[in-house]
């Protein structure tokens, strides 16, 4: 057989392929590294020094970190975003999962459910914190008029934080219902055809066909839920701005009371960095737990 002079070494393609890569990876590389990892170094090194808005007097150490151990306005935050978490994060699945069916189910009218249940998640939080707002008037609140109360929810110290839950998980379950929406069309229709001939009906095929099928989309869910949960402060700081007294006053609204109106910049940065490690080690925890229950099923 007569060599090909004209296919290049297979050292020069795989050359050749690396460079392609390294040109296509290196614009998000390069965003990652300015708007990402540089501000969170810096981000670091701020929450080791005892600095305000405008100067930076030296270098504590861990003298922060010290401090917020001790903070109880630090934890009762924290516990407010606990709670606003263990709120949403089962709702938004559970239901973000009974919307895919529906939609699923109701061919005829599949694009028109589609679109009614995903369209609060394409508003603006300033749009959607209105709307909430509205509802919730203790006077004139569709809320109130249905239930035939007067109550003032958002300055209710039971309800408050229940009500914002309920506003975040109206605005955010169509994307939770988009990705249940491709898993189940990712199932093969052979499977539930063939379930039906064994005789096979409704709750029986979701139990041992869909649900299994799904599980990988469920732990999904149930992540992203968890991060965006957690990250939660636009609802609370236009709805009720932390109160009634404190009671929805959330960690990343602590962090920016702490900077911009007690102008304690370091204080705040140590807040940060303390509570990005704690939604990391949630996230890897959940994470692993979805991965141990996958092996222990197989």
């Known amino acids: 057989m007569k060599p090909n002079f004209h296919s290049p070494p297979a050292g020069a393609r795989a050359r050749r392929e690396n460079l392609a890569a390294a040109m296509l990876l290196a614009p998000f590389a390069l965003v990652f590294l300015l708007f990402f990892l540089v501000p969170a170094l810096q981000t670091l090194y701020l929450s080791l020094t005892e600095s305000s808005l405008t100067r930076t007097s030296g270098f504590v150490g861990l003298a922060n970190y010290a401090t917020l151990v001790q903070d109880p306005g ?12 263990l709120l949403t994060v089962i709702p938004l699945t559970a239901l973000g999962l009974v919307m895919a069916l529906l939609v699923e189910h109701f061919t005829r009218a599949r694009s028109w459910l589609q679109g009614a249940f995903f369209l609060p998640f394409v508003l603006p939080i300033s749009v959607m914190t209105l709307i ?12 109130n008029h249905l ?14 934080m229940p009500m914002v839950a309920i506003g975040t998980i109206w605005w955010t379950v169509g994307f939770n219902m988009l990705m249940f929406i491709a898993g189940l069309r990712n199932i093969p229709v052979d499977l539930y055809e063939a379930a039906a001939l064994d005789g096979a009906r409704g709750f029986t095929l979701f139990r041992h066909i869909t649900w299994p099928a799904l599980r990988p989309v469920v732990g999904t869910a149930v992540l992203l839920s968890l991060i965006a949960s957690l990250k939660i402060f636009g609802q609370t700081y236009i709805l009720t701005t932390g109160g009634p007294f404190n009671t929805t006053r959330v960690t990343l609204h602590y962090m920016y009371e702490t900077a911009f109106t007690q102008s304690d910049a370091g204080y705040a940065a140590a807040i940060a960095m303390a509570f990005v490690a704690i939604v990391i080690a949630l996230s890897l925890l959940q994470g692993g737990l979805v991965r141990w229950s996958a092996r222990k099923r197989a």
């Open 147 to 160: 239930l035939g109360t007067q109550r003032a929810w958002l300055a209710d110290l039971h309800w408050a």
């Open 132 to 143: 909430a707002d509205w509802m919730l008037q203790p006077s004139s609140g569709i809320v």
């Open 74 to 85: 630090f934890w009762a935050s924290l516990g407010n975003t606990f709670y606003f978490a």
